[in-house]
């Protein structure tokens, strides 16, 4: 088992996940206060300065207990989003998967082949046995993706947040490595 030390580049068809650094502050901070990211993100808590965010990403690479990678597109090289493997409990080992995708990253499987190639690499590199993750309830774009790539549903905490005076729904998912090995044995 390795920690979260190395920060690799992991190539794709259509995209490149790489370390951040503090120059993808500005493109982060668009992605951020994209209406969509707000409505199933929620508004960032604490000051989103340009100065905070540079420290903020400009950090990333210092971590090992997450990793955290830019999603870029690699016919263009533009930042589009990230992927988070964070909460990482080394005894377990398991850990919590989140991303984000800006507009400029939608609807083109971008987020789906980032999805998969950073759990490809928790399974594979890191030696990860779990990997969990939330979303809302009504994310129906997210929720398709994690199931694309091997992601179970394991169960819905009803009703468990607040957002825009309604209750919504938290639906908790979880992939295991022998589910990712018998996936991707079968593919291609």
């Not at 199933?40 to 950090?59: A, I, M, N, Q």
């Not at 090289?77 to 005894?91: C, F, K, N, Q």
């Not at 995708?101 to 082949?113: A, F, K, M, V």
Request: hydrophobic letters at 40%; glycine letters at 12%; one cysteine or more.
């Amino acid at each position: 088992m390795s920690d979260f030390s190395l920060k690799p580049l992991l190539t794709g068809e259509r995209t490149v996940l790489r370390p951040f650094t503090a120059a993808d502050a500005e493109g982060m901070a668009e992605i951020i206060e994209d209406p969509e990211v707000l409505h199933f993100t929620g508004t960032p808590s604490g000051d989103l300065s340009l100065e905070r965010l540079r420290s903020w990403y400009g950090s990333r690479s210092e971590q090992t207990d997450r990793l955290d990678l830019a999603v870029t597109d690699r016919a263009t090289g533009e930042l589009v989003g990230e992927v988070v493997l964070y909460e990482w409990d080394a005894h377990a080992r398991s850990c919590t998967f989140r991303t984000l995708i800006g507009p400029r990253g939608r609807g083109r499987g971008l987020g789906t082949e980032a999805t998969r190639l950073v759990v490809g690499h928790g399974f594979g590199y890191l030696g990860l046995h779990r990997i969990e993750l939330e979303a809302y309830g009504h994310n129906a774009r997210a929720l398709r993706v994690y199931e694309k790539v091997g992601f179970v549903v394991e169960g819905v905490r009803r009703e468990a947040d607040l957002r825009d005076g309604q209750w919504v729904d938290w639906v908790v998912m979880g992939l295991l490595d022998r589910d990712w090995a018998a996936l991707n044995s079968t593919a291609r």
